[in-house]
């Protein structure tokens, strides 16, 4: 029997030249693999929600609207990707009026709010990937991995004092030392390399402790909703890492923090 640690790391070796061949190739390549994730990213966080087999209606809304909305972003179009957020929300929310003035008792309000929160968490989420450069997406993918590494490896050597027992009770403030150094050091080292050189290595140390804040919040929103549902994992799509979003949860979160940080500062020419 393979370990979960060797799944992981097996998993990893067969997904990183993927995600290189698309960043190398980028255009309608990257494109794809973004899709691709946003569509998996969406089935297993509506699958948290919803039963197989239940609420079709509102997962095919839903895989549509996102598809819509990547197309919509990689043509810059945000007035659009507006328009499919206000269609899709009031789509399923007629739904649930005619549902229930025909008598289903069954019919909730809450499911036009998953339909619509699952498409900000990811299509929504991802599409500022589209308009990266690929240093860009390489300093964010760094980050959220060297926040996730170096937590992880931090944590189980040295990990004690648990931060937040009730969300995820492995995760210690040892290990998030070592995912804010390990992350901090990234961004510090691309700044010292590749970065723009008008911009300082405060900035990038900032930005470091930034990203790593954003990628720790990000696991622990997932974790907790994860609890709250009473689901283990969301899918298991990546053998030794679980679903897709057990794998990219910090990732939702660090790339609009990098998003809404490139604009107040230029961290690449």
Not at 154 to 179: D, F, H, M, N, Q
Not at 243 to 253: F, K, T, Y
Request: glycine share 12%.
């Amino acid at each position: 029997m393979i370990s979960s640690h060797r799944k992981r790391i097996l998993t990893s070796l067969i997904l990183l030249p993927v995600l290189a061949g698309a960043l190398f190739m980028g255009g309608w390549f990257l494109f794809a693999l973004i899709l691709a994730a946003a569509l998996l990213g969406l089935r297993e966080f509506y699958a948290m929600f919803w039963q197989r087999g239940t609420r079709c209606f509102y997962k095919i809304t839903g895989y549509t609207a996102g598809a819509a909305l990547l197309l919509a972003g990689a043509y810059n179009a945000h007035e659009w990707m507006l328009g499919i957020m206000l269609i899709s929300f009031w789509a399923a929310s007629l739904s649930f009026l005619t549902r229930y003035g025909s008598g289903d008792d069954s019919a909730r309000f809450q499911d036009a709010q998953v339909l619509t929160a699952g498409l900000l968490y990811l299509p929504v989420t991802l599409h500022f990937a589209l308009g990266m450069l690929p240093l860009e997406l390489l300093l964010v993918l760094g980050a959220a991995f060297a926040s996730d590494t170096g937590g992880y490896y931090a944590g189980t050597y040295c990990g004690k004092k648990r931060i937040w027992p009730r969300v995820s009770p492995k995760k210690s403030w040892e290990g998030s030392l070592g995912g804010l150094i390990f992350c901090t050091g990234i961004c510090m080292l691309a700044g010292a390399t590749v970065g723009n050189p008008q911009t300082s290595l405060w900035a990038w140390m900032l930005l470091g402790i930034v990203l790593n804040i954003a990628s720790q919040m990000g696991d622990f929103f997932e974790s907790a909703l994860k609890r709250t549902m009473g689901v283990k994992d969301s899918g298991s799509a990546l053998p030794g890492h679980g679903g897709l979003l057990d794998r990219i949860d910090s990732l939702l979160l660090v790339l609009p923090a990098y998003a809404g940080a490139s604009r107040l500062v230029p961290f690449f020419q």
